[in-house]
Every structure is written in C-alpha cells, then in structure tokens.
C-alpha cells in the first residue's frame, strides 16, 4: 500500500515541483503540513487527499484509504482500510487492462480507418438470402 510520502513523492515528480514547498503551493497547505507527511507525524484529511487524487489522476478513495490506514490505531481498521484500497487499486488495475485489450485488439487497418471493420475478407460483402422466387 501507498504511504503518504509515496503520494507526495509521486506529485512531486508529476508537477516537475522543485521543493517541498511547492507541493504545498500546489496542495494549498502550509509548509509546515508538508513537513509534518514527511516526517509521519500526520497523514492527508480527506480534502487534500481529495486534491492530491485530482492532481495525480488518481481516484480520491485510492487515496483516502491510504490515509486512513496510517491514522488508524487499530489493527481491525487497518484491515478496514486496507481491503479498501486494495478493492480500489485491484478495480483500477481491471479498468486499465480492460482499455489496454480493447485497444490492442481494435483493428488497424485502411479498411478500418474507412470504416469497414470487416478486415478478415479483403473486405469484400456477401449477402445470403434463403429467399426463393415463386415466378
């Protein structure tokens, strides 16, 4: 599971952001926020767990989770929290391979660019009719 520090890493590094005190700019919190998720002292609230999954492209309960995993002081909701965030993750993953075969199968050809999907017989129509003339 990501850590708070993995995200911060991450949006960093997104936002080509020289300092810990740009990713506060960025986030709309004070330095000193950002020092305390550096240091583990403290986790994102839900807000700026929210602003963190807009930045990165993330979905917001990924990250939220996340978050509430390190807040939590049990092993029960630390449990909790992380089934979620493996649900998220995991949901995210199929949704990512699922666009990945879609495209990977989409057809590529002239034909296709035309619109005629049909690539498998040079892209040539046959008609069956089991129609008979009574004349």
Known sequence: MKTTIDYLDELRVKLQLPSDYAVAKALGCTRASVSRYRNGVGSFDDATA????????????????????????????????????????????????????????????????????????????????NHTSTD
């Not at 939220?64 to 995991?90: C, L, M, P, T, Y």
């Not at 391979?97 to 590529?108: E, F, K, L, M, N």
Request: charged content about 15%.
């Open 50 to 129: 929210i602003k963190v999954a807009e930045l990165l492209g993330l979905e917001p309960l990924e990250i939220i989770a996340a978050a509430n995993f390190e807040r939590s002081k049990d092993e029960h909701s630390q449990n909790v929290w992380a089934s979620i965030w493996g649900k998220v993750a995991g949901a995210i993953a199929l949704n990512l391979i699922a666009c990945a075969v879609g495209v990977s199968v989409a057809p590529t050809s002239k034909a296709a660019e035309s619109g005629n999907a049909n690539t498998g017989n040079g892209g040539s129509l046959y008609i069956m009719s």
